[in-house]
Every structure is written in C-alpha cells, then in structure tokens.
C-alpha cells in the first residue's frame, strides 16, 4: 500500500494522478520500480520499449521464465491501484521466492514485469507495453501521433530510446512457462460476494477507435438550421447510436469517453469533431455484429446530416481464455486464503491479453471499493492486498513445484 502510494506521487499533475507513457512521470515511476526489483533481489533493466524487467536466472537459467507482472501507466485523473497493485506485489512475491530460495531452489528463471503503456492513454493504443514485448504490436505502430502531433517514434527519441531496436522488446514462444497477474477488479462482484479475490477465467475482447466527423464550420446566427452540417450535433446523435447498439445487445458494452470540437468557438457550428469509441464483450461475433452495426448507423447519420464519418481502429482484440490449469493453481490459492474460489469474467483489458500469445495466463482480481476504478475514489483495504499476495505466492509455488 505504501509503495502504491509512492508511485501515486509520481504524477504529470499534482492535483489529478497521471503519468502516460514515454513522459518524465514514467522515468521516474520506471526507476523508482527498479531500484525496489534490485532491494528485492532481482537483476533490473529497461528494454527497449521502456518496459522494467526484473529477473533472477534459478538452477536452470536457459529454462521458461515464470512471469509475474502489471503495468505501471495510468489513465487521466486516475485511482492508485490500478496496475500498480500488481507491480508491486509482483516485486513483494518475487522477493519472498527468493528469500526461500535456499530452502526452496528456483528451478527455473522468474521475472517481474512492469509495462509501460497497457492503458494506451497518449497515443489512443491499447497494450503498447506487453505488446512490443510479445509481437502484438511491432514498428508499424510508430507513426501513431499524441493529440501535439507528437509520434511514438519521436516520444521514444526524446525518452532516450532508439526507435529503430523496437524489435529488441520482442520474447519468443518459449521464453516464458506461465503469466501471472494480479489486479483489482474494477468491478462490483467480489465486494457484493464479500470476497477479497476472484479467479479471472476469461478476458472480454475490445476494440479501441476513433471517430472523426467531417461537416462545416459557419457562423452560429446565420446559417438556418436545416442548412447546417454540423458536426458536434452529428457527433451527439452517433453517440446515442453506439449507446443504443450496445443496450439492445447481450453481453455488450460501448463507451464514448472522450471527445473534442472544433474550431472551438461558441459563435461557431462546429465544423469538425473526434471522439472515441471502446467496444468490449466476451463474445467475439457479438462484439463484431455490433460494430458493424455502428458503422451502418454512423453511415446514415452522415447521410441525413452531410457530415462525413470515419473510424480508425487502433487496436481490435479477440475474447482471451485463461489457461485450465492456472485457473486451477489460482483456485487453490484463493481457497487457501479465503475458504473459496470464485471465477470472475474480466471486462476490462489486461496485458494478460497480450501475454496469451507466447504462454499460459493466469489473473487474480483484488476487490475495489464500490467497484471503482479509472476514478481517484479507487480504493482497496491493507487486508485485501494482503490477500493478494499471500494468493499470487500461493500460485506461483504451486508453478514452481509442478515445473
């Protein structure tokens, strides 16, 4: 919880808690999580896409890695423990296993992993981290711009990175045995359950994207309003469509969280707007139904309107299923705790996603308070995050002794 707190006070603001990717904020997050990997026993660097990894080799240092990890970005104005809750317990776990390490030798390699860009908040990506780490992203990526017109490539330059040695992030298929992430829920289930953890089965899909709208600016007292191709009314009509096509589906949910209007003046019809879009459900042909159906709707929102709709998807994720037999190790954990397991369906994304595509994954969820998250009043108890760690040393034990 102290630690937590620590990386709080690293923030762009300090009245709203914020710290995006390839800023001083992640630097400085990214040094102080470093030194603690170092007091823990690990062997700490930055990789080339600004991900910490920490590691210690074991008995067989060409072996699968056991992987332990979160992320350590934020959202805008965001709560204290997404993402760094895991970080740092992952730190607390490691540091235990190796303090055991006499009595209980690590057979293999084990690394914690803290990436630097899961929320995608700067450059409207999703797992950017993870991504580079596992193949899901790659240079093409680069030339995506922040809202200055500042690309990933250039903010990498400035940071210290080298662009052009992306491709040094990457790990292959073999390099890790399982993945094992621990992060709040960001949901209500566990706190109505009166539980402190859950076992995560499944993570729902997502698509990120964003949506710019093309009409004409003009003057606001003259031009009739039959005349008008205005692009924030068009936009605020679109936005109650992507409402509607979420409502009427099962297993949906779409967010527009964001949007600007220009030019920008209140004598002005706006002439332009961008918004976005985040489309989620654990049905992959569901969630592709809908937006689908979102793009028809758009379509003749700017027919009947004379605006123009155009979306850029920036990422678009399957449903990602967590491996049987962590769910298993995890299970065990959780009893071990607290007299039960649950399983939970995870709507949010997680670097687990990424992750999914060179090993097992495995994800323990943290009870918030009230289910709130993304938000400063995110909250969770000293005894839960105990919990947490006495579950994620749990799981990673039953790993190690079944190799």
Known sequence: M?????????SASPGAYTRLYLTDEHRRAADLISHW??????????????????????????APALVLASHLDTVRDAGTYDGQLGV????????????????????????????????????????????????????????KADSEGVTISEAMKGFGLTPERIGDARRQAGDFRAYIEVHIEQGPVLEAEGLPLGTVTAIAGQIRAVVRVRGMAGHAGTVPMAMRRDALAASAEAILAIEAVAKAGADLVATVGEIQAGPGASNVIAGETRFTLDLRSGNGLAKAAAFEEIERRLREIGTARRVVFEIEVGSNTGATACDPGLIECIDEACEAVQGRSLHLLS??????????????????????????????????????AGAAFAALLHAAQTVIRRG
Do not use: W
């Open 37 to 62: 990997m170092r007091q823990a026993g690990l062997a700490a660097r930055m990789d080339a896409a600004g991900n910490v990894i920490g590691r210690i080799d074991g008995t067989d240092a060409t």
């Open 2 to 10: 102290r630690r937590c707190r620590e990386l709080r006070a690293i």
């Open 347 to 384: 709507g949010a994304g997680h670097d687990a996603i990424a992750l999914a595509g060179l090993c097992p994954i495995g994800m323990i969820f943290v009870r918030c308070e009230g289910g709130i998250s993304h938000n400063p009043a995110e909250n969770i108890t000293e005894a839960d």
């Open 88 to 143: 740092v317990t992952a730190i607390e776990a490691a540091a235990a296993l190796i303090r055991r390490a006499d009595k209980e030798p690590l057979p293999f390699p084990l690394e914690v992993q803290a990436y630097a860009d899961e929320e995608g908040t700067r450059f409207h990506t999703m797992l950017l981290g993870s991504g580079f780490v596992t193949g899901l992203e790659d240079a093409s990526v680069l030339a």
